[in-house]
């Protein structure tokens, strides 16, 4: 039981490393490319596809065969957060620009504690595991680690871009007003 916990972990933490760094790559082609980085795009999803699930699984295959035990370090974790505070607020008037850049900021310092919120779950429950001395309490925790990892690293930062998304919002509020409206 401990081996593929041990083996989800490290799988997913891969996975996510390499669909994050996939996305990011998606993005700086739709930036250098935007005519045509859509059709690149297509050719690649599959391979893609392929590496986020296939490397992860390749590579922590052998944990499975692995004796393994809990082992009660010591280890320490720091976390930093760095907080950089709202631009001095003007006391004359602001145009629509500044406005408008104060509540992106604004938004982007909310989506910025909300991934670390996410991280600190994850980071907590690291933790906890090097905190219990009782085997039976430390397995148990590190069996949670998988959803702990998709709820601190998904999860939270996906609400808060919905959230903030007008876009997004309309889409998922329509349909609700839609089935009120037939109940009425």
């Known amino acids: 039981m401990l081996r593929l916990s041990f083996f989800f972990t490290y799988t997913t933490v891969l996975a996510d490393f390499l669909a994050t760094s996939l996305i ?6 739709a ?3 935007p005519v045509t980085y859509k059709k690149v795009w297509n050719k690649l999803i599959l391979p893609s596809a392929l590496a986020v699930f296939g490397i992860p699984t390749l590579l922590y295959i052998p944990i499975l065969t692995v004796n393994c035990y809990l082992q ?4 320490s974790g720091a976390t930093l957060i760095s907080y950089r505070k709202h631009c001095k607020k003007d006391k004359g008037n ?5 406005i408008h850049h104060e509540k992106t900021e604004y ?7 909300a991934t670390f919120v996410g991280h600190l779950i994850i980071v907590l429950e690291q933790l906890s595991t090097t905190i219990f001395t009782q085997p039976e309490y430390a397995a148990a925790v590190v069996t949670q680690y998988p959803w702990t990892m998709d709820l601190g690293s998904v999860v939270l930062p996906s609400c808060i871009t ?3 998304n007008a876009v997004q919002q309309a889409t998922m509020v329509k349909p609700v007003n839609n089935v ?5």
């Open 162 to 164: 919905i959230k903030f």
């Open 72 to 75: 009660n370090d010591t280890s």
């Open 24 to 29: 990011l790559l998606n993005r700086w082609t």
């Open 107 to 113: 938004k982007l310092m909310v989506y910025a504690i």
């Open 180 to 184: 009120q409206n037939t109940a009425a």
């Open 94 to 98: 602001k145009n629509n620009q500044q």
């Open 31 to 33: 930036i250098i490319m």
